[in-house]
């Protein structure tokens, strides 16, 4: 039965972001990995994205220091994805999740014996990784991860889920957020007053540390999350919050979340409770 939902889940979540329609995929960079489930793409020397192929380019981000690498995020089911990473890092490698939900912690988590979260993303485990044999750790909110000569500063950005997470380079001035901000389509099974919260500490934090762009877990090429798009979405909530913002209704959304804000180039799909 579970997984039945969890599968359910799966096509809905292609279904909500096909329809979004989008933009053409073209992702700059070397390629360095191509298979049949996954692409990897180089961001900069030491730092890969791949794109996977089930839920709409669901994308993973290899980040690379002098005594280690971080994974952030594992996909929805990428064969031998422990196999395909060492082939571009010779380090250990440290999984960490955005958050918890299929199109990044599927059944590739199974090929590493750790994964790093945030607590607050454990209600998802029962639904979402069930299966999941290795250890499950938490992250600490503004804890660095240490990985030799690069530091990867971990920011929880709740909203698209309760344990959403962000992880900052401060150095390289970019970061990685999931879907944190929606890579231009907000889920927002939280509510607007966590979003609210979200969009002022990271704005705060992007503007102190001049970080003007993250990754997103479903990057096309051209859809960074930038300073601009976090603002717009604390903008959106204080109008949905004050009423001033009504959304539409749309009867495409799903898991309860039947209403659509379509505003400052964004989409913010959301439910009745998340107004509470
Ligand atoms: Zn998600």
Redesign the pocket.
């Known amino acids: 039965m579970k997984k039945s939902v969890s599968l359910t889940t799966v096509l809905l979540f292609i279904a909500q972001l096909t329809l979004f329609g989008q933009p053409q995929f073209q992702i700059d960079g070397k390629e360095v990995y191509k298979g049949e489930d996954v692409v990897f793409h180089q961001i900069d020397e030491d730092t890969w994205v791949g794109t996977g192929k089930m839920m709409s380019n669901e994308s993973l981000y290899l980040v690379e220091g002098n005594d280690k690498s971080v994974l952030i995020d594992a996909g929805t089911n990428i064969k031998d994805l422990d196999k395909i990473v060492a082939s571009i890092t010779e380090k250990p490698v440290m999984l960490v999740a955005t ?1 918890v ?1 299929p ?2 912690t599927g059944a590739s988590i199974d090929y590493f014996s750790e994964l790093f979260i945030n607590p607050a993303d454990s209600v998802g485990i029962p639904q979402f990784m069930p299966n999941y044999k290795g250890d499950v750790k938490f992250l600490k909110d503004r804890e660095i991860i240490d990985l030799g000569g690069r530091q990867l500063e971990v920011v929880f950005t709740p909203g ?2 309760p344990g959403s997470t962000t992880f900052l380079d401060k150095n390289a001035k970019y970061g990685f957020s ?2 944190s901000f929606g890579s231009g389509n907000l ?1 927002l099974s939280t509510n607007f007053s966590t979003l609210q919260s979200t969009c002022k500490k990271t704005s705060k934090i992007m503007a102190e540390y001049g970080i003007d762009k993250f990754y997103p ?1 479903h990057y096309f090429g051209g859809n960074p999350e930038t300073k601009k798009r976090v603002d717009d979405l604390k903008t959106i909530s204080d109008g949905a919050l004050s009423g001033r913002i009504k959304g539409e209704e749309n009867p495409n959304g799903f898991m309860g979340l039947n209403l659509l804000i379509n505003q400052y180039g964004v989409r913010v799909n959301y439910s009745k409770n998340a107004l509470k």
């Open positions: 958050h939900h199109d990044h698209h889920t999931g879907d889920l877990g």
